[in-house]
């Protein structure tokens, strides 16, 4: 498809599991980002690659959160040991370069943590 | 402290009326851009408009269009015409130090829940 992927759309997973989130982008998107929507509330900014080089971590909320891209392509949000306030959609993003340019979401991924 | 502020959590608009979305920002940066989003209940934002700090006309996209006010700092979406299909959230969102040549991320509201009625 010409959109962003993420897979899995859902996770269950109990709380102290490890979860891997992937997020595929838009082919000759530079830019990737991460956000977090918890419930009812708007996104929250995680942390975003240029290529595979991360400028900006600030919004990783704890060392148990880590991000990883490869190129400019497959980005992965790993969590560590997850717990309850995890529980949320996390949304991956791309654009190409220039700060006018829109960022294009996916479907996010559905993440509870029992 | 708060970038940006949307000030109503929900609005009932009729189908066919427009309607306003007010969005303020703060921001000390002199080039940045201003974007809306629209997320529907199935979850999926949609990029609807753009518009940058040095931009002299107000942006403009089909029956979206912006009111940007630059000295008060707002940036408020009109959807003229309303359409059932409109009821969603709206999202306003910041880029700072937004040039030709940067990155970034964007910095969103808390987001208005529009439901428009026959």
């Known amino acids: 498809g010409a959109g962003v992927s993420q897979s899995p759309s859902n996770k269950v997973t109990e709380k102290g599991k490890d979860v891997e989130l992937r997020c595929d982008p838009i082919?000759?998107?530079?830019?990737l980002y991460w956000y977090r929507q918890r419930l009812g509330q708007g996104l929250e900014f995680l942390i975003y690659f240029q290529g595979n080089s991360a400028p900006d971590k600030s919004g990783l909320p704890s060392d148990r959160f880590s991000a990883e891209r490869t190129g400019e392509s497959v980005s992965t949000l790993t969590i560590q040991r997850t717990q309850q306030e995890d529980s949320a959609v996390y949304l991956c993003a791309s654009s190409r370069k220039g700060g006018y340019q829109p960022q294009h979401f996916g479907d996010g991924t559905r993440l509870s943590i029992l | 402290a708060q970038k940006i502020t949307q000030t109503q959590p929900g609005m009932f608009v009729q189908e066919k009326e427009a309607v306003t979305l007010d969005c303020t920002y703060d921001t000390s940066d002199q080039s940045y851009g201003l974007f809306w989003y629209k997320q529907p209940s199935s979850g999926e934002m949609i990029f609807l408009i753009y518009q940058g700090s040095y931009d002299e006309q107000n942006a403009t996209e089909g029956r979206y269009s912006l009111n940007f006010q630059k000295a008060r700092k707002s940036a408020n979406l009109v959807i003229s015409a309303s359409q059932l299909g409109d009821s969603a959230m709206y999202f306003c969102?910041?880029?700072?130090?937004?040039?030709?040549?940067?990155?970034?991320?964007?910095?969103f509201g808390a987001g208005t829940q529009v439901v428009v009625t026959p």
């Open positions: 969102a910041m880029r700072e130090g937004a040039t030709t040549d940067s990155w970034g991320k964007l910095q």
């Open positions: 082919s000759g998107h530079t830019a």
